[in-house]
């Protein structure tokens, strides 16, 4: 598949150092909990082989990753996409590459069936809380007023 913007193609496991690099970055940079890189790499080779995550890169970097799983959905029939992690270097935001992975995240959720996608994120994080509206999500159900939808997690 080919996307719409030239700065964004889809990771191989052959990528993979790349992956766990940008992925390491992501989790230090927002004082996340991540294993180390070479850790992150296995198992970013062996989980895109599986198809069990699809990543996508941006920049030349590259600079920028865009991480989705696909999931069967019960109510529909249909795959559901989930964007698991979106992340762009500090020095090449503001250049669109965020948008430019986020669009083709969303082609190539299409592509592989999925009818929906969704994602979550930090209530602090502005940008991607701008980004993300601005392409069409929503963290509210019902319109601007009903209830927000929350997240909940836990250790098992």
Do not use: C
Not at 93 to 105: C, H, I, K, M, P
Request: glycine share 10%; proline share 8%; aromatic share 8%.
């Amino acid at each position: 598949m080919s996307f719409a913007d030239p700065r964004v193609r889809r990771a191989t496991p052959e990528d993979a150092a790349d992956v766990a690099r940008l992925l390491y970055a992501f989790n230090t940079e927002f004082d996340e909990p991540t294993p180390p890189v070479d850790v992150l790499a296995e198992r970013a080779a062996r989980m895109m082989e599986a198809e069990e995550i699809y990543v996508l890169l941006g920049g030349d970097g590259p600079d920028g990753i865009a991480l989705m799983m696909i999931h069967p959905q019960i109510w529909t029939g249909e795959p559901d996409a989930y964007l698991q992690e979106l992340y762009v270097a500090p020095p090449r935001r503001g250049e669109g590459l965020g948008r430019a992975l986020l669009e083709a995240t969303m082609d190539l959720a299409r592509e592989l069936g999925a009818t929906h996608i969704d994602l979550g994120t930090s209530e602090g994080d502005k940008e991607a809380m701008a980004l993300y509206e601005s392409a069409g999500f929503t963290n509210r159900e019902g319109g601007p007023d009903g209830p927000k939808m929350l997240y909940y997690e836990r250790e098992l």
